[in-house]
Nanobody
Framework: QVQLVESGGGLVQAGGSLRLSCAASGRTFNTYTLAWFRQAPGKEREFVGSSMWGGGSTYYADSIKGRFTISRDNAKNTVYLQMNSLKPEDTAVYYC????????????????WGQGTQVTVSS
């Protein structure tokens, strides 16, 4: 059973940085895509970025491109989301998700989800 556990959320001022972690367990993830989504109050869950565990291109939503970076540590089975130049509109619960196969930006394509971690950006 795949388990995903996010951590690293918190309260930060606009312009600041946070790094979220997603620790994955329960599988060999070489053929999996790990993605980040976020959901703000009253809004639908939206795609942030995705990357194949075994390598290849990383994809980002236009709204965060140039500010957020996805990386991974294979030895720790952990994926990171480095968030810089944070804006109040980045405030949301951030979720890590996994699917077997190529990256997509559609939440319904992902079979496994973490519990989410709250990120709050104050103005």
């Amino acid at each position: 059973q795949v388990q995903l556990v996010e951590s690293g959320g918190g309260l930060v001022q606009a312009g600041g940085s946070l790094r979220l972690s997603c620790a994955a367990s329960g599988r060999t993830f070489n053929t999996y895509t790990l993605a980040w989504f976020r959901q703000a109050p009253g809004k639908e869950r939206e795609f942030v970025g995705s990357s194949m565990w075994g390598g290849g291109s990383t994809y980002y939503a236009d709204s965060i491109k140039g500010r957020f970076t996805i990386s991974r540590d294979n030895a720790k089975n952990t994926v990171y989301l480095q968030m810089n130049s944070l804006k109040p509109e980045d405030t949301a619960v951030y979720y890590c998700a996994a699917r077997r196969g190529d990256p997509t930006s559609t939440m319904y394509d992902y079979d496994y989800w973490g519990q989410g971690t709250q990120v709050t950006v104050s103005s």
